[in-house]
C-alpha cells in the first residue's frame, strides 16, 4: 500500500507523520517547535525527509497560506510564519512526488473523505481558531479558484469600521466568528480586561454578561453559516477548531436553517481536528500519484 510523509506547518509546531492509501497513520505523530527561521524550518522538514524518503511515495504538505493550482508554491502571506518562508523552494526538499495544500482546504478534504462530510458532494469546513480558515467541497471537487486562493474569509461582515481584522480591513467575518472576536465580545460586554477565556469560565458559572457576550458571538457564528448555506448550498457545513467544542449545534443549526434561502444542511462538528490537515494533504497527493 502506498503511503506518503505528511506534514501540518503552523506557526507554533509542525507535525509531520507518514500516512497510507487508507488514511491510516503508519507511524506515530510527532511534533516539534517550528524554528524561528526560513532557512531552519526548510532543514527540518529536509532532515526529516531524508530520513524517510526510501519508505514513501511523496510528500504533503499543509500549511498556512493560499496554495497554487499547481499545489507547489504559496501565493500569499503566510500568517506569523518566519519571514522569507513562503518564497522557499519546497520542490527541492525532495525527488519524490510534492504537494502543498492550504491548511484548511486540507482539513476539508480529510473531513470529506473520511470524516464529519463523508458522504456530502457538498460541504463547507469552518476552522474556528485563532482566526477562521474555511475549505469548500462543490460537486465533490474541493474549490480553489482561478489561483489557488478561494475561501479565504476576509470578507467584509458589516459596514460599522469597528473590528481591525489582521488582513489590514475592517470588519471582515473573520473578526467576528474567531477566538479573537470572542475576546472583543468580552471586551464589550463584561469589561476591558475580559478575554474569551472569561467568557467560557462565565458561561459555566451563569454569569449573564458571559451569556450575553457568547451570544453575540454565536449569533454571528449563524449569520456566517447562513452567508455559507447561500452561497455554496452544501450538504453539511463541519465546525472545527479550538472555538468549535462551545458551540451550540442544535440551537445554532436549527435558527440558520430557518433563515437560509437554500434547502438544510447539517451541522456537524470535524472528526480528525488537528490531524485533519496533514491527512487531507495525505489523501490529496496519494489521489494524485495513485
Same mark, same amino acid.
Given at each position: 500500500m502506498r503511503k506518503v510523509l505528511a506534514f501540518d506547518v503552523g506557526g507554533t509546531k509542525i507535525a509531520y507523520a507518514a500516512i497510507a492509501a487508507d488514511g491510516s497513520f503508519a507511524n506515530e505523530i510527532i511534533k516539534v517547535t517550528t524554528p524561528r527561521s526560513a532557512a531552519a524550518v526548510y532543514e527540518l522538514l529536509h532532515t526529516v525527509i531524508k530520513g524517510q524518503e526510501h519508505e514513501i511515495d511523496g510528500v504533503a504538505i499543509a500549511t498556512a497560506g493560499a496554495i497554487d493550482n499547481a499545489n507547489l508554491h504559496i501565493i500569499s502571506r503566510v500568517g506569523n510564519l518566519p519571514e522569507g518562508y513562503g518564497e522557499l523552494d519546497f520542490q527541492s526538499l525532495t525527488h519524490k512526488p510534492l504537494l502543498l495544500e492550504n491548511d484548511a482546504n486540507a482539513a476539508a478534504w480529510a473531513e470529506f473523505c473520511l470524516g464529519a462530510a463523508k458522504g456530502a458532494s457538498n460541504a463547507v469546513v469552518l476552522t474556528l481558531g485563532t482566526g477562521?480558515? %474555511?475549505? &469548500? &467541497?462543490?460537486?465533490?471537487?474541493?474549490?480553489?479558484?482561478?489561483?489557488?486562493?478561494?475561501?479565504?474569509?476576509?470578507?467584509?461582515? =458589516? =459596514?460599522?469600521? $469597528?473590528?481591525?481584522?489582521?488582513?489590514?480591513?475592517?470588519?471582515?467575518?473573520?473578526?467576528?466568528? !474567531?477566538? @479573537?472576536? /470572542?475576546?472583543?465580545?468580552?471586551? +464589550?460586554?463584561?469589561?476591558?480586561?475580559?478575554? !474569551?477565556? +472569561?467568557? &467560557?469560565?462565565?458561561?459555566?458559572?451563569?454569569?449573564?454578561?458571559? $451569556? %450575553?457576550?457568547? +451570544?453575540?458571538?454565536? @449569533?454571528? /457564528?449563524? @449569520?456566517? /453559516?447562513?452567508?455559507?448555506?447561500?452561497?455554496? +448550498?452544501p450538504e453539511v457545513i463541519v465546525l472545527s477548531g479550538s472555538m468549535a467544542q462551545f458551540v451550540e449545534y442544535d440551537k445554532v443549526g436549527r435558527q440558520a436553517n430557518q433563515d437560509i434561502l437554500t434547502s438544510p444542511f447539517a451541522l456537524r462538528p470535524a472528526k480528525f481536528e488537528n490531524n485533519a490537515g496533514m491527512l487531507g494533504a495525505a489523501l490529496l497527493l496519494l489521489e494524485k500519484i495513485k
Open positions: 477562521v480558515g %474555511a475549505g &469548500i &467541497i462543490v460537486n465533490s471537487r474541493l474549490l480553489k479558484g482561478k489561483s489557488g486562493a478561494a475561501g479565504e474569509m476576509h470578507v467584509r461582515f =458589516n =459596514n460599522e469600521h $469597528r473590528r481591525l481584522c489582521t488582513c489590514g480591513l475592517w470588519d471582515c467575518l473573520e473578526t467576528y466568528v !474567531s477566538g @479573537n472576536a /470572542l475576546t472583543a465580545d468580552a471586551k +464589550d460586554f463584561m469589561g476591558a480586561e475580559m478575554t !474569551s477565556y +472569561d467568557v &467560557i469560565r462565565g458561561l459555566k458559572s451563569n454569569d449573564q454578561k458571559a $451569556r %450575553a457576550a457568547f +451570544d453575540h458571538w454565536q @449569533n454571528c /457564528l449563524e @449569520n456566517a /453559516l447562513v452567508m455559507m448555506g447561500n452561497l455554496f +448550498d
